[in-house]
Nanobody, 122 residues
């Protein structure tokens, strides 16, 4: 089970940090991805980090603004979101992959977080 925290309402240009904690399992050996889904839109992969944290990728729309990180000692993965825009408004999900590498966003996912709402609005 993945338990998410963070999120909420923020003004454009603001920042939020999302957290993803593993309950009853370790994340240490697995890649973890963040997804988002806005109303009426398809779910999209936002970022992914490999087990060691060496390999990281972002969707183009968040590059330079979002930072994914992990603390394997704490069994946590984070998504720091800066310079937020109204178009970042969505429900965000973390997801554990079956393997240590990211590959394509939607493949090899076996556990999802519960989702957390991020709303960017003035």
């Amino acid at each position: 089970q993945l338990v998410q925290s963070g999120g909420g309402l923020v003004q454009p240009g603001g920042s939020l940090r999302l957290s993803c904690a593993a309950s009853g399992r370790t994340l240490e050996y697995y890649a973890v991805a963040w997804f988002r889904q806005a109303p009426g839109k398809k779910r999209e992969g936002v970022s992914c980090i490999s087990d060691s944290g060496i390999t990281i990728k972002y969707v183009d729309s968040v590059k330079g603004r979002f930072t994914i990180s992990r603390d394997n000692a704490k069994n946590m993965v984070y998504l720091q979101m800066n310079s937020l825009k109204p178009e970042d408004t969505a429900v965000y999900y973390c997801a554990k992959k079956r393997f240590s590498i990211c590959a394509s966003y939607d493949v090899d996912i076996d556990v999802w977080g519960q989702g957390t709402q991020v709303t960017v609005s003035s």
